[in-house]
């Protein structure tokens, strides 16, 4: 997409775009359906702020003027400091009205690395979201490993998203001496 195009979603279903994060509202309305949301479930216990699976992130002026130009660990765009910044002001007005409620992500594609100038709110929950099969690669796994670390640095709890099933597996994914690994490093250093 060009710099400065807005993304207009053509259905309900179309989840090819993320919102404008700068949009004049924007916090205010997803806090505003938000707390509907609560006021109508309220036994419910959190919220998900994900993104779209997408990369097409909003490329407005606005928007372009709030990113560092630097690229994270994913090489995407990094989108960080700019959404944890969005969440944070909507979490913050949420938890006015429903001041117990938690609030979840999947820190994936342009958002995957902490940000680093915004201070991630407490009561969200980043799911750090990769393959973990890739780590039996020496490399790729210290990589990751440093970047859970970091997200840990960055917040209270961090969790993990990975990809063992569904459908780009068409054969089933054997792989238990390497899913051992991976979680006793996730267990001895506090994932969730």
Known sequence: DEPGERIIPTSASDEGWQPCLTAPGSVDEAARNIIRFFDENPTATSYSLGMNDSTRFCACPGCLARLSGEKNYLNSVDYSDLYYDWCNQIIERVLKVHPDKWFGCLAYHNVASPPKQVKVHPRLVPYVTYDRMKWIDPEIR????????????????????????????????????QVQKYLTFGADTGVK
Do not use: K, L, M, N
Request: overall charge neutral; some cysteine.
């Open 142 to 177: 210290s990589a990751g490993e440093a970047v859970t670390r970091q997200w840990q640095q960055a917040v209270p709890t961090c969790a993990w998203y990975d990809y063992i099933y569904g459908t780009p597996y068409c054969v089933p994914r054997v792989y238990f001496h």
